[in-house]
């Protein structure tokens, strides 16, 4: 049925849902070991440098996996195929992706923003849940896309034309990209450059850039105030 057929459930139909990616209905998370569960053991291609390709021939699915020595192999990125576009040269799978993708148990057109179907061009972006899903548009429709130069189709941004025109193609997606989205390190606040109360008398400069340059002697020249003060560290 491809990429929006949902009639009848297959053994490799995807939805990405705001907690997990299922396949055939369960649960695989962004966990390799549960996806050679579902799609069976991978072919395999290290890249070296701890990275690695993994290739489910039979579902047209490949990732792009980190292996590290003393860590087990980690899942970076997804890619349904779709179609092979003229002039691939990389490997891809055997065959390609024939279940059904769903976003959140949607077809994927209808699970993007409007907005973002407008202003299609090469990939439409949309962020669920845990997931960054990038689907590149098929190169029919690409081409088609790409005829118009940049003030026109910037012009129709407006318009339903390009969104009518990835609409209406029989096969309007070519490649599908699903990354977990990084989680962000809450840092403690470090109280590294907070300034003491002065002890003693305190010279008042009034003088600006005098000030900044007996500051500069000081602390960078002599070392002798510290710590010496890094705006990069004093960002982050």
Partial sequence: MGLFGIFKKQKFDIDVRPDGIFI??????????????????????????????????????????????????????????????????????RKLYGGAFTIDGRPPLEAVPEQELRGAYIFLELSLGKFEVSLALAEAVQERIGAMDF????????????????????????????????????????????????????LLFKNFNFKIAVMNELMYEKALLQPKFDVFEYCE
């Fill in 24 to 93: 055939g209905g369960v649960n695989c998370e962004f966990d390799l070991a549960k996806f050679n569960e579902a799609l069976g053991q991978p072919r395999v291609i290290d890249d070296g440098e701890g990275k690695s390709r993994y290739f489910w021939d039979e579902a047209g699915i490949f990732a792009f996996v980190r292996v590290g020595e003393l860590a087990e192999p980690k899942l970076a990125e997804i890619i349904l195929m779709l179609e092979v576009a003229k002039g691939v040269q990389h490997e891809v799978p």
């Fill in 151 to 202: 003030a026109e189709r910037f012009a129709k941004r407006d318009t339903d034309e390009i969104a009518d025109i990835v609409r209406a193609a029989k096969m309007p997606i070519g490649r599908v990209c699903i990354n977990q989205k990084a989680k962000k390190v809450k840092r403690r606040p470090s109280d590294k450059f907070k300034l003491p109360r002065a002890a003693g008398e305190t």
